[in-house]
């Protein structure tokens, strides 16, 4: 962590956070890696398209791929912002960040399963892939609910412990001298977190009751957190405008 921040280059994105991460360090290089793990265990394929007709498989396949992506994506994208803005490297942060490593590879596949049998229940099958086959083994309402229970916790617990590590930014400010500003992106950061933990709860919560099972409501309410992120932010934006103008 260095010990006097500097300001950083102009740049467009995080204009008013002072970046205290200038290079990678090996925890972040070992992130990426499983993260680059974690993407090819959701597009693993055990052999190439041969003919025509397993090519429009593979492409209808992209569909349920890219929602899967996009939320890797996310979780990454948060993962390399703390990192750019705090470089923590002491022995709890080290610890969250292993723990978040260890839970993506636990998420990859419950991701995968959801948003296929999402993608096949609403719009047709994936070439062999249908809803009954992706049922096989659900005996009863129980096994589908322990599926959406899977997945809350999995992607509860990774956003949890993104808020922790905000909140140990949060208890070091003196530390890593944040400004006002830096201050309120980092409570910002931890309740942009605790948001999508929310939804991973009601997921869970209507899972558990037995709510809109029929049509996968459990899993249909993650759809809403693109809206919930597009309110926060314009509040965060709002909020940073007030506090730069005061400054």
Same mark, same amino acid.
């Given at each position: ?6 300001p950083g280059?102009?740049?467009?994105f995080?204009?008013?956070f ?8 090996r925890?972040? !290089?070992f ?7 974690? @993407?090819? +265990? $959701?597009?693993?394929? #055990?052999? =190439? ?10 492409m209808?396949?992209?569909?349920p ?25 002491? !022995? ?8 978040l @490593?260890f +839970? $993506?590879?636990?998420? #990859?596949? =419950? ?5 296929s049998?999402l ?11 249908t809803?009954?086959q ?18 809350g ?8 412990v ?6 140990r930014?949060g208890?070091?400010?003196e530390?890593?001298q ?15 977190c ?14 558990v009751l ?15 957190i ?5 309110v ?12 730069r103008?005061?400054?």
């Amino acid at each position: 962590m260095s010990e006097t921040p500097l300001p950083g280059p102009s740049r467009w994105f995080d204009r008013d956070f002072r970046w205290r991460g200038t290079s990678v360090s090996r925890l972040e !290089g070992f992130s990426d890696s499983v993260f680059a793990i974690v @993407l090819a +265990l $959701l597009f693993l394929r #055990a052999a =190439p398209p041969e003919t025509f007709t397993e090519l429009k498989w593979a492409m209808k396949a992209l569909v349920p791929f890219a929602a899967s992506f996009a939320i890797i994506a996310y979780v990454w994208a948060e993962h390399w912002l703390f990192s750019r803005r705090y470089d923590l490297q002491d !022995g709890w942060t080290t610890f969250l960040n292993l723990l978040l @490593l260890f +839970l $993506l590879l636990f998420y #990859a596949y =419950p991701l995968k399963y959801l948003f296929s049998m999402l993608f096949v229940s609403a719009f047709g099958p994936i070439g062999p892939l249908t809803a009954v086959q992706m049922r096989t083994g659900m005996e009863g309402g129980d096994e589908l609910t322990r599926m959406f229970v899977f997945y809350g916790v999995g992607y509860g617990a990774i956003f949890g412990v993104l808020a922790l590590g905000y909140a140990r930014a949060g208890r070091l400010r003196e530390q890593l001298q944040l400004d006002p500003i830096e201050v309120f992106l980092t409570r910002a950061g931890m309740s942009q977190c605790l948001v999508q933990v929310g939804f991973a709860v009601l997921s869970l919560t209507l899972a558990v009751l037995g709510i809109g099972m029929s049509f996968g409501l459990p899993g249909w309410v993650y759809a809403f957190i693109g809206p919930a992120m597009a309110v926060h932010g314009t509040w965060e934006g709002r909020r940073v405008r007030r506090l730069r103008a005061a400054a």
